[in-house]
């Protein structure tokens, strides 16, 4: 099985994702793991000492490396048709992570095949992605992430929006109190504590205040519905 030889050195995307939240992992690898060269390896933590004893995988998706324990977090990122997985060998339960990747992680750099030096495995355990609802006259999707400045980035892609606002006027429910009527294209299209809807680098809704908090002012917070409603 030829792959892309690796790429180093080590870089840390976050260390900001709620403890054990794979949802959260998944999601923000899932937007930023093709901004990395083909050959990287990514390394997802979460939630990994607590499920230690489930094992330990690793998997070659769209020319990336990914090793991560076998908690479903992988099947959040490549969904749940994504079979192509490998475990990774260890002895017995070991609470350090880094005994773990790391030895295996230098094999990949000398430039082997995940197949040279792990076994396929068909027993790993899913998760279910959160996706949008669409009824036709309602987009109901969901928050993921709230960044540190209080930017709340919800499931709901572009091409999803898209599609379902088509040329219709639409409104998006932001809170008991708030909505908008239009996605900016930058902070510049509002004013200064307006709240504004855009579409990240990475082609997924936002909901922010211009040089405030949306997740303070507007309550938002991970796993609240946002509403988009045709008009």
Not at 3 to 26: C, G, K, L, N, Y
Not at 85 to 106: C, D, G, H, M
Not at 109 to 136: M, Q, Y
Not at 140 to 168: C, K, M, W
């Amino acid at each position: 099985m030829h792959q892309t030889r690796i790429a180093m050195p080590f870089i840390e995307i976050t260390s900001r994702i709620e403890p054990f939240d794979i949802v959260e992992a998944a999601y923000l690898s899932s937007m930023v793991f093709q901004d990395f060269g083909e050959g990287s390896v990514h390394i997802l933590a979460t939630n990994v000492v607590a499920t230690s004893f489930e094992g330990h995988l690793a998997a070659f998706y769209k020319g990336h490396y990914f090793v991560a324990p076998d908690n479903g977090v992988l099947s959040l990122i490549f969904g749940e048709d994504f079979n192509d997985y490998y475990l990774i060998p260890t002895n017995s339960y070991e609470q350090k992570i880094q005994n773990v990747y790391l030895p295996f992680i230098a094999q990949l750099e000398e430039g082997k095949a995940l197949d040279e030096i792990a076994s396929k495995t068909d027993k790993v355990h899913t998760k279910t992605r959160i996706h949008p609802f669409n009824d036709g006259a309602e987009l109901r999707g969901t928050i993921l992430f709230v960044d540190h400045f209080g930017n709340a980035y919800t499931n709901i892609s572009q091409p999803e929006f898209d599609a379902f606002v088509s040329n219709a006027r639409y409104s998006i429910t932001l809170g008991r109190h708030s909505q908008v009527s239009e996605v900016s294209n930058n902070f510049a299209d509002v004013q200064e504590g307006d709240p504004i809807c855009y579409f990240s680098d990475h082609g997924y809704l936002v909901v922010a205040i211009k040089k405030s908090s949306a997740q303070k002012l507007l309550n938002l917070r991970k796993y609240k519905p946002i509403v988009i409603q045709k008009i």
